[in-house]
């Protein structure tokens, strides 16, 4: 058999450099094909599965846009949730018989829906799929819903989303909160800064506890990592449930200086 002349080291270097570049150039052609196959193939509408016409790269095809998205709907100024009889609170702002008898640590709250059939498979698809568009759909219309809402005076100086817990944050591969915070900062035209909250506790799933219980699993989750005082903050979600996890936000925030708190949510649960 004819030698190559080279010592073995330098000959399995050789290999190894060879076996590399035929490894990476197949990676990139699949990677480069799945993207001119998302772009190619129709898009479905996440919420009625069809594929519709114009939708332009969004999740959501024009019709479930108005059948879904554009309801009337008054709600408590303070925690979101759907008002029956309003008891008003100066122009324009309204509040629920809990908020009005014991105010939250946030100021105000916006959100652009209810979770329920079909909505919450937005929120579904963005946490648990990865279907990143989502976020930015949610970020586009809680802009539009802060200019119909906020006035320039209480308009938020900095955006942050509520953080996950390292190890959440390792399995999922992104913070779905965030994902929303980014684009929706851009189209306020604000700073984001996602460190400025942090979460010092990894707490059990809220979604397994009751009301009291969820108040105490993350009273003590969170904490500031920088200077908030004398500024409006803006806190990002997508969804909000009983409130526990933001009224602990909040309160941290104000302890550290915050001078007022909204919340930002995509999808707000209904009064159990």
């Not at 799945?34 to 519709?52: E, F, T, V």
């Not at 809680?142 to 959440?168: F, N, T, Y």
């Amino acid at each position: 058999m004819a030698q190559s002349g080279k010592p073995p080291a330098a000959e399995h270097q050789t290999n190894a450099a060879r076996w590399s570049k035929t490894k990476a150039f197949p990676a990139f052609v699949v990677q480069l094909a799945s993207r001119i196959g998302r772009l190619a193939m129709p898009q479905l509408c996440i919420l009625c599965g069809m594929s519709c016409g114009n939708m332009s790269q969004r999740p959501i095809c024009p019709e479930c846009d108005a059948a879904y998205w554009n309801e009337a709907r008054l709600r408590c100024r303070a925690c979101a949730l759907p008002l029956g009889k309003a008891e008003p609170r100066g122009k324009h702002h309204y509040g629920c018989e809990h908020c009005t008898s014991a105010p939250p640590q946030f100021d105000a709250t916006l959100a652009l829906g209810d979770y329920r059939a079909p909505l919450e498979r937005l929120a579904v698809g963005l946490k648990f799929r990865g279907r990143l568009a989502i976020a930015r759909e949610f970020a586009v219309r809680l802009a539009r819903v802060a200019e119909d809402s906020l006035e320039r005076a209480h308009w938020p100086d900095v955006v942050a989303p509520v953080p996950l817990a390292r190890r959440r944050l390792i399995e999922r591969g992104f913070n779905q909160a965030w994902e929303i915070a980014k684009p929706l900062a851009r189209a306020l035209n604000v700073p984001a800064e996602p460190t400025l909250l942090q979460r010092i506790a990894c707490t059990a799933p809220q979604s397994r506890l009751d009301l009291d219980a969820r108040r105490r699993n993350v009273a003590a989750a969170f904490r500031v990592g920088k200077p908030v005082r004398g500024l409006h903050v803006a806190v990002v979600d997508d969804v909000m449930t009983s409130g526990a996890t933001l009224e602990a936000v909040a309160h941290v925030l104000k302890a550290a200086g915050a001078r007022r708190v909204t919340n930002f949510v995509a999808l707000r649960t209904p009064k159990d």
